[in-house]
């Protein structure tokens, strides 16, 4: 099985290539059975809000985690997710740790992430979207993700 992950920056477009990619792919004969495994955290933010805290991010990653896994058990083709496992880490270093059980859960998503990358790599093939113009609010994440670097 081949492992596709998208990353960048909110509103880069990684869901709108996700969803080009495993069309594409669909349409080839050589692959057979191909899954797009959507961002969790957008369902999340539409029931409960923005993400605030570090425990809101590990819990959506755990459930980005299951979504995967439950369709890796399938004998895929290819799967391809516009929220690999590592953006939960990188989305959850700006979260404010206040606590010891922030600064924990922060920890958990580390090793989780790394756990998930050894001994061999979780995908085959990263596609990384650079920005090309200003980030716009897209409302799946709060202000606070954006790079302000990137906004120049």
Known sequence: MLRIGICGIPASGKTTLARALAARCSKLKKFQRIELVQEYAREYIKVYGNITSVLEQFLILEKQIEKEEVLCNNRLDILITDSPIFLGFLYSIELPKTS????????????????????T????????????????????????????????
């Open 100 to 119: 010891p059980k922030e600064i924990m859960f922060f920890n958990d998503i580390f090793r989780k992430m790394v756990e998930l990358n050894y001994p």
């Open 121 to 152: 790599p979780r995908y085959d093939i990263i596609f990384h979207l650079c920005p090309t113009i200003k980030p716009v609010e897209d409302g799946i994440r709060s202000q606070i993700q954006f790079n302000k670097k990137l906004e120049k």
